[in-house]
Nanobody, 121 residues
Framework: QVQLVESGGGLVQAGGSLRLSCAAS????????MGWYRQAPGKQRDLVAA???????NYADSVKGRFTISRDNAKNAVYLQMNSLKPEDTAVYYC???????????????WGQGTQVTVSS
């Protein structure tokens, strides 16, 4: 099994910055992609940013130019640097990893427990 531990959420004023971290541990044969999703109250969980094993990245239009996703393959970690935060960025942010726990396993989605990000106006 793959376990994900997130950190870095909190309360920040509009225009401020936060950095989220997520470390994967446990039985990991390979990681195909790592990313961040967010879910605001009453809304669905949406992709914020993702990075695949080759280094290509994908961002939601609403965060382009403000958020940067990066990955440390040696640590099986993914980071989300969030700048110029807006009140509409307020949500629970979830780390997501697409990984294979063992060589013979299928690729699966794994989720972190979520970390709250609150941006005050």
């Amino acid at each position: 099994q793959v376990q994900l531990v997130e950190s870095g959420g909190g309360l920040v004023q509009a225009g401020g910055s936060l950095r989220l971290s997520c470390a994967a541990s446990g039985s990991i044969f390979s990681i195909n992609a790592m990313g961040w999703y967010r879910q605001a109250p009453g809304k669905q969980r949406d992709l914020v940013a993702a990075i695949i094993s080759g280094g290509s990245t994908n961002y939601a239009d609403s965060v382009k130019g403000r958020f940067t996703i990066s990955r440390d393959n040696a640590k099986n970690a993914v980071y989300l640097q969030m700048n110029s935060l807006k009140p509409e960025d307020t949500a629970v942010y979830y780390c997501n990893v697409l990984a294979r726990a063992r060589k013979r396993d299928n690729v699966r989605n794994y989720w972190g427990q979520g970390t709250q990000v609150t941006v005050s106006s």
